[in-house]
Every structure is written in structure tokens, then in C-alpha cells.
């Protein structure tokens, strides 16, 4: 009877789990405290910010602007003194919708013809 009962305790500790599961938002993100400027303190003397970058039409630039906008990012990256977590989110667009966006409208003034090369230009960049 001993064996059946030790086994069935180690069975049970098995089925247990390991971390409690959050209810809510808050219990998943412990935040203490947040300032106007919207710093978070996360913990006590811990905090934490979180930017937000617009796109940047990256693929419709020639070479010269990309390194430039490479190097100035890197520039930006290694001005910050602190311990940070980048998080990129691609989401896949609708190219129609992209075109309709990025493409310049035909209109009647005799210009259509340029509109036509700089929306061939942009289209083989997308």
C-alpha cells in the first residue's frame, strides 16, 4: 500500500502547474507605476519605454539613401545607454492597395506620360 500511495504524490506534483496563469492583463505585465511622459516602472528602480517607428519606404529609395538611412539608424542604436528589446512587426500588405497609395493618378494636363515612367520606376522597386 506504501508504493501505491508514493507514486499516486508523484503523479499529482506532475500534474500541477508549474506557474500560476494570469487572469488579466495586469497580472501579465506587472506595472507599478506610469508617468505622463509614458515611462513604465516595471519594477522597483526598473522602467521601461516603448517607441513606436512610422515605415519608412525603404525599397523606393536609391542605394545612397538606404546606406544613409541605415547608417543613421545604427547611429541611433548605439546613442542608446540602456539595455533595450527591438520588436519589428512586417505585416504583408495588399500590393493593390500599396499601388493605389504609392502610384501617381493619371489626370488631363498633358503630364501623364511622366506619371506613367515614375510609376514604372516605383512599380519595379516594389
Given at each position: 500500500m506504501?508504493?501505491?500511495?508514493d507514486?499516486f504524490k508523484?503523479l499529482?506534483?506532475a500534474?500541477?502547474?508549474?506557474?500560476?496563469?494570469?487572469?488579466?492583463?495586469?497580472?501579465?505585465i506587472?506595472?507599478?507605476k506610469?508617468?505622463?511622459n509614458?515611462?513604465?516602472?516595471?519594477?522597483?528602480n526598473r522602467?521601461?519605454?516603448?517607441?513606436r517607428?512610422?515605415?519608412i519606404?525603404?525599397?523606393?529609395?536609391?542605394?545612397?539613401?538606404?546606406?544613409d538611412?541605415?547608417?543613421?539608424?545604427c547611429k541611433?542604436?548605439n546613442s542608446l545607454d540602456?539595455n533595450f528589446k527591438?520588436?519589428?512587426?512586417?505585416?504583408?500588405k495588399?500590393?493593390?492597395q500599396?499601388?493605389?497609395?504609392?502610384f501617381?493618378?493619371k489626370?488631363?494636363?498633358g503630364?501623364n506620360g511622366f506619371?506613367?515612367?515614375?510609376?514604372?520606376?516605383i512599380?519595379?522597386?516594389?
Amino acid at each position: 500500500m506504501g508504493l501505491f500511495a508514493d507514486g499516486f504524490k508523484e503523479l499529482k506534483k506532475a500534474s500541477e502547474p508549474l506557474y500560476k496563469t494570469p487572469k488579466s492583463i495586469q497580472q501579465t505585465i506587472e506595472i507599478m507605476k506610469v508617468a505622463e511622459n509614458g515611462i513604465f516602472e516595471v519594477a522597483r528602480n526598473r522602467f521601461s519605454k516603448c517607441y513606436r517607428f512610422q515605415d519608412i519606404n525603404y525599397t523606393t529609395t536609391n542605394e545612397t539613401e538606404q546606406i544613409d538611412i541605415f547608417e543613421r539608424y545604427c547611429k541611433f542604436l548605439n546613442s542608446l545607454d540602456v539595455n533595450f528589446k527591438i520588436t519589428i512587426n512586417n505585416k504583408n500588405k495588399d500590393m493593390e492597395q500599396v499601388r493605389d497609395y504609392v502610384f501617381l493618378q493619371k489626370q488631363d494636363d498633358g503630364y501623364n506620360g511622366f506619371r506613367k515612367i515614375y510609376n514604372d520606376i516605383i512599380g519595379a522597386r516594389i
